[in-house]
Antibody, heavy 125, light 109 residues
Framework: QVQLQESGPGLVKPSETLSLSCNVS????????WSWIRQPPGKGLEWIGY???????NYTPSLKSRVTISVDTSKNRFSLKLTSVTPADTAVYYC???????????????????WGQGTLVTVSS | EIVLTQSPGTLSLSPGEGATLSCRAS???????LAWYQQRPGQAPRLLIY???SRSAGTPDRFSGSGSGTEFTLNISRLEPEDFAVYYC??????????FGQGTKLEVK
């Protein structure tokens, strides 16, 4: 069973860059798609973006100008960078695995079947 | 962007009862690309249903999903104490612009 674990600073100052990593164990990162999702305290879920096994990225439009997701296959992990943060970016950040095989055997992005435990990042001076 | 609206916002029921949660999409979802997640307090969401009606590995059979187009339902028969949680629907038909519903809180009456 694949396991995901987020790591990174729990406190970031306004205008600085939030950087998180997600370590994947129990399976290769060279398959599936790998996403970041966040949840402000007491609120719902927001998909941030994904990176595919071959490096293709897609981001939610509202964050696209500030987000970069990258992958390090040698270390079996992927990372999130969010620039110019404000208190509105305070949230629990989850990494997740997504993807399914369609009827023709192609891997497609879609739903999230494995999640990390999440890490709270607070943006405050 | 496809907007998902879940109802009710809060559902108060007793263990042993059945629950019906709804998720309405602002546009028709192709190929029933809708998933349901359960989130218990302090935990990460857990995938329950994908493809509108397929149970994920480990999902008890008291959970069932149905629907198509813009109307989807999650049914839970015979509520167990561990089922009281927040439930989210998520569409992936407008990939890669995934969106989640705002959630339904299932609480003990």
């Amino acid at each position: 069973q694949v396991q995901l674990q987020e790591s990174g600073p729990g406190l970031v100052k306004p205008s600085e860059t939030l950087s998180l990593s997600c370590n994947v164990s129990g399976g290769s990162i060279s398959n599936f798609y790998w996403s970041w999702i966040r949840q402000p305290p007491g609120k719902g879920l927001e998909w941030i973006g994904y990176i595919s096994y071959n490096g293709i990225t897609n981001y939610t439009p509202s964050l696209k100008s500030r987000v970069t997701i990258s992958v390090d296959t040698s270390k079996n992990r992927f990372s999130l960078k969010l620039t110019s943060v404000t208190p509105a970016d305070t949230a629990v950040y989850y990494c997740a695995r997504e993807g399914y095989y369609d009827s023709r055997g192609y891997l497609r992005p879609g739903y999230f079947d494995q999640w990390g435990q999440g890490t709270l990042v607070t943006v405050s001076s | 962007e496809i907007v998902l609206t879940q109802s009710p916002g809060t559902l108060s029921l007793s263990p042993g009862e059945g629950a019906t949660l709804s998720c309405r999409a602002s546009q028709s979802l192709s190929d029933r690309f809708l998933a349901w997640y359960q989130q218990r307090p302090g935990q990460a969401p857990r995938l329950l249903i994908y493809g509108a009606s397929s149970r994920s590995a480990g999902t008890p059979d008291r959970f069932s999903g149905s629907g198509s187009g813009t109307e989807f339902t999650l049914n839970i028969s015979r509520l167990e104490p561990e089922d009281f949680a927040v439930y989210y629907c998520q569409q992936y038909g407008d990939s890669p612009l995934y969106t989640f519903g705002q959630g339904t809180k299932l609480e003990v009456k």
